[in-house]
């Protein structure tokens, strides 16, 4: 597991991004005194003694960055706040550079022990900051705290993505992998050209020849609508080449093999071959006879589908060599034929990310003066044909859908082409009338990202979700995507808390957490309620202010559990990265400000949206309303548990079953409710369940512990 990069002590809590339950544990611990005194041992070394829970105690070592460090403090900073930057009380960029805990809990890179420590060393530090004259009250409140949990990440991200693309733009699809591989193309044994005719009919043959065999498939003449996509929310993704790679590939199925051969031999024949316009002609007719033969196939054509997208993948790289060694008038003929086969109704309905990457080969023009005009008029062409605007021809809702699929990766090659061509002008018009396609959009408010205009990304990300009736459903628009996969797990409002933290504008960054905690869902954003609580406090809030806020925000969370229940059937979720069970109805972020904050009422109403309440859930309600959590723990036991002549339904019998299994489901109830009331209360629950069944022995050495 490779560990986090190394934070401020100021921003400790971005090392537990990753698991958040444990920097809830470790606030735990430090909050109820488990942290035993802050030593330093050494020069930036510090110890302390965290107590675990079964008492035990660890030794953890933290190590900040060293005095030299300290001197690379802004000047104008401190100038401005009036602090001595050689104290070291006022030093705010102490980095945690090593942790260690002798605990014996390897799972994560940091323990909540580490945790824990790194709370009490950050609160030792703010302690001994100075309030005096030189840091005037004014000052204090101009200089807000922000903390940095999404940012670095998104924009380490984005100059790695430029990188990756041309040196100095972000790209969707271009990268330099498209010229390392033509010139792989172009440095093995040239190929003499099969006749367009010869080769047409040694594609087309063995095809013909295995429907023969097998007949056509699932589909007839009216299912040319039909296709095999993958998500309509994720963006095309360009298949990675290497040097090493062959377009002759293998199958499991002989026969299938056989059918196959021709077309991969004449592949393999055009991308070896300098007679560019003919081998295109051969390339576009290999492409379109496979998507026809993947979608008249009977049986999984997963491995069609993926050699077809292989297939378009290696023919724009051959454009590159077209574009570098071809005549311009050739060129153009070339890119011709390849655009001809992206408008065959077959590809452009049943693969439209197929057809949208044979266009994105107009791209390797872009490098070439004079073959620019012959990529904008292929890619401009196609902006117009697919257009929405031509929708009322297409007869079949599946066709409408499949074209607007490809429109929207068409704009993506369009904005490719002008930003490499240095069209920025060009780049703007697409972003003006297309300002609700997701990937323009967020390619734009990435661009912006990358200028650091983050108020502008900021208001341009809003301005989009307002004119949304749904905002979770527009967040899931980009939660998978291209330009920023896997970091933007709330969709458009990660990329607003980029913004409020490159903003460094708490209220913008308070809205946004506000916004996530009270749509809640998962349990890994719970954490959201620690980080909301952090950043009040670190700019002035109290205790009292803090909890005020906290019961606003929990009364929010009622609202909106009882607008969802209104609203959406209890189906169950599954979290993307643990693949946990939730329901829609639960909010993981309000189960912990009920808890945190003591809201007894609110844990009552709760608890009955909920099948089986937490343990900390019913700590919390038994503050006022301890009935009903006897009550909420007696609905957890098996049915007759504590009334042997009652008749359980469905079943037509009287009395608990007689088996272990239902008698250690009493036996973790009768724990849960020792939890809340005591050991007394749960014996007397304890032998009041026994009584009911004196004969059975296994259930009393179940439960001997409560006797």
């Excluded at 009216?222 to 040097?243: K, M």
């Excluded at 299994?661 to 304890?686: H, I, N, P, S």
């Amino acid at each position: 597991m490779s560990l986090p990069p190394k934070p401020l002590l100021d921003e400790f809590e971005r090392m537990f991004d990753d698991v958040p339950q444990i920097l809830e544990r470790a606030l735990d611990y430090w909050q109820d005194g488990r942290v035993e005194g802050i030593e330093e041992i050494a020069p930036s070394l510090f110890h302390a003694r965290v107590t675990g829970s079964e008492g035990s105690g660890y030794d953890v070592d933290i190590r900040l960055n060293d005095e030299s460090a300290f001197d690379a403090i802004d000047t104008a900073e401190t100038e401005e706040s009036g602090l001595d930057p050689h104290d070291p009380r006022n030093r705010h960029d102490r980095r945690v550079m090593s942790t260690a805990c002798t605990c014996p809990y390897l799972r994560t890179p940091y323990c909540k022990h580490v945790g824990a420590a790194l709370y009490a060393l950050r609160a030792r530090f703010e302690k001994t900051t100075p309030r005096n004259d030189a840091f005037s009250h004014e000052s204090h409140e101009q200089r807000t705290a922000v903390p940095h949990y999404v940012l670095d990440g998104i924009l380490e991200r984005i100059e790695q993505q430029v990188i990756e693309s041309d040196g100095k733009n972000l790209l969707f699809f271009w990268s330099p992998l498209c010229r390392h591989y033509a010139e792989y193309l172009r440095s093995e044994k040239e190929q003499t050209l099969i006749p367009p005719t010869e080769a047409e009919r040694m594609v087309l043959e063995p095809l013909a020849e295995y429907h023969a065999r097998h007949g056509h498939g699932r589909h007839d003449d009216n299912d040319d609508h039909d296709h095999v996509t993958g998500s309509d929310d994720a963006f095309p993704r360009s298949e990675r080449l290497s040097d090493d790679d062959e377009y002759l590939e293998s199958s499991e199925d002989p026969e299938l093999e056989q059918a196959l051969w021709g077309l991969r031999t004449v592949a393999y024949n055009a991308l070896h071959s300098t007679d560019y316009a003919n081998a295109c002609v051969n390339l576009s007719t290999c492409v379109q006879a496979l998507t026809a033969f993947t979608g008249s196939f009977d049986g999984d054509g997963r491995e069609l589908v993926d050699e077809s997208a292989m297939l378009v993948n290696r023919i724009r790289c051959y454009l590159e060599n077209v574009a570098q060694y071809a005549d311009s008038t050739t060129a153009g003929k070339a890119l011709g034929e390849i655009a001809q086969a992206a408008h065959a109704p077959q590809i452009q309905f049943q693969q439209p990310s197929d057809a949208a990457m044979l266009l994105a080969g107009a791209l390797a023009f872009a490098h070439h003066d004079d073959k620019i005009m012959w990529a904008y008029d292929v890619i401009d062409t196609a902006l117009e044909r697919f257009g929405p605007e031509h929708d009322h021809e297409l007869p079949h809702e599946m066709m409408r859908i499949s074209r607007h699929e490809l429109y929207r990766y068409v704009l993506m090659v369009a904005y490719d082409l002008r930003r490499m061509t240095d069209d920025e002008s060009g780049c703007q018009e697409l972003w003006r009338e297309n300002p609700d396609s997701a990937p323009l959009l967020l390619m734009h408010a990435i661009t912006l990202m990358k200028s650091r205009r983050f108020a502008d990304a900021y208001q341009l990300v809003a301005d989009h979700l307002d004119r949304c009736s749904d905002k979770l459903d527009a967040d899931l628009e980009i939660v998978r995507n291209g330009l920023l996969d896997g970091l933007l797990p709330h969709g458009w409002h990660t990329v607003l808390e980029c913004c409020a933290e490159g903003m460094n504008d708490v209220d913008r960054l308070a809205d946004v957490y506000r916004f996530l905690i009270v749509n809640c869902n998962t349990k890994s954003d719970a954490g959201y309620v620690s980080r909301f609580r952090r950043l009040m406090k670190l700019n002035g809030t109290d205790d009292e202010q803090w909890h005020d806020m906290a019961r606003t925000l929990a009364r929010e969370c009622s609202r909106n559990i009882a607008e969802r229940i209104r609203t959406r059937s209890d189906m169950p979720l599954y979290e993307i990265e643990s693949g946990r069970r939730s329901s829609v109805w639960t909010n993981p972020a309000y189960e912990k400000l009920i808890v945190e904050e003591r809201l007894s009422d609110a844990a009552l109403t709760y608890c009955v949206t909920i099948d089986y309440p937490s343990l900390p859930l019913l700590k919390t309600m038994a503050i006022s309303h301890p009935e009903d959590a006897r009550q909420a723990i007696s609905n957890a036991l098996p049915d007759g548990a504590l009334d042997a002549k009652a008749i359980i339904a469905g079943t037509g019998r009287r009395g608990m079953n007689a088996h272990r299994t239902t008698y250690r489901q009493v036996a973790k109830q009768l724990r849960r409710y020792a939890e809340v009331f005591g050991d007394d209360e749960m014996r007397e629950l304890a032998h009041r369940i026994v009584a009911q069944y004196p004969n059975r022995k296994a259930l009393r050495e179940e439960l001997a512990f409560a006797l």
